[in-house]
């Protein structure tokens, strides 16, 4: 399944941002995801691909940024300049980089927080036991304060903050950042059963571009705010720029992600 051949549960039409009414990062963006779909967001640093899940999310706000031109629809709804909890209320849920977990709070304590919008509260402790399914890793340390787990149980309990939102749609930012291989396949397992089990729709951003398109459904590569390649994750692993500039492979072997990320921008896809 690919954007064009269903109706999109989210689309953004030739958006642009712009920060402090000057800095101007979106430049005529435009994507669709559809529903039941994971896609993949892939670009270099400075993309424009966080700000992109900012703009969907409501929280530009904080960063004194705007949509300034376009539209972004989900589920046949204008939510461009929404607030952000009637965005959450409507099934959007973003996870932010860096975990952004309640510290002082335990792991079972931030996840009946991210279930405050929910408007049936009842069963919420059950809910939980849905989490610790998906990550087993939580259900050891449900009294435990959130600060004082590793890495990976935070990125875990972050994702489940989210899962307890029963979102419609999840905007992932980075979910490897930082973590160890082994963990990195532990999350993505995970985030595929969420998809295909709780239906989930979901729009990734993420460095690791193997990862994220072993996992995606369609995907789209980012430059200076721009989408300048799309296609089925299968298309774009095949794609010769994309194995030479983002998976680390090309004429030579395999590369290592320093080289491939400082990379002198051919952009033969804008030729």
């Known amino acids: 399944m690919t954007g064009a051949e269903a109706a999109p549960l989210l689309s953004l039409n030739n958006i642009e941002v712009l920060y402090d009414d000057v800095i101007l990062v979106l430049r005529g963006l435009s994507l669709e995801v559809a529903e039941g779909q994971i896609a ?19 929280l530009l706000y904080v960063e004194d940024g705007e949509v300034s031109d376009g539209t972004i629809v989900f589920d046949g709804e204008e939510i461009q300049g929404m607030d952000a909890h009637r965005i959450v209320e409507r099934g ?48 050891d340390r449900r009294a435990q304060a959130a600060g004082y787990l590793s890495g ?27 973590l160890a291989p082994k963990l990195v396949e532990t999350i993505f397992g995970a985030l595929q059963r969420i998809n295909r089990e709780e239906g989930a729709t979901i729009l990734l951003v993420e460095q690791n571009a193997r990862i994220a398109l072993s996992v995606a459904d369609y995907g789209y590569i980012m430059e200076g705010g721009r989408v300048v390649l799309e296609g089925g994750a299968e298309e774009l692993r095949a794609n010769e720029d994309v194995k030479e500039f983002y998976l680390g492979l090309g004429d030579a072997g395999r590369r290592s992600y320093r080289d491939v990320k400082h990379y002198r921008r051919r952009k033969r896809w804008l030729s």
């Open 40 to 58: 993949a967001l892939l670009g270099s640093n400075g993309a424009g691909k966080t700000t992109t899940l900012k703009a969907t999310s409501g």
């Open 92 to 139: 959007v849920f973003q996870v932010l980089e860096g975990r952004r977990v309640f510290e002082h709070l335990t792991v079972r304590e931030n996840l009946l927080a991210g279930g405050h919008t929910r408007s049936a509260r009842r069963g919420l402790e059950s809910e939980t036991d849905k989490v610790y399914e998906y990550f087993p890793a939580l259900a």
């Open 152 to 178: 990976g149980e935070q990125q875990m309990l972050a994702l489940g903050r989210a899962l307890m939102a029963a979102p419609r749609m999840m905007l992932l930012d980075e979910p490897s950042l930082g």
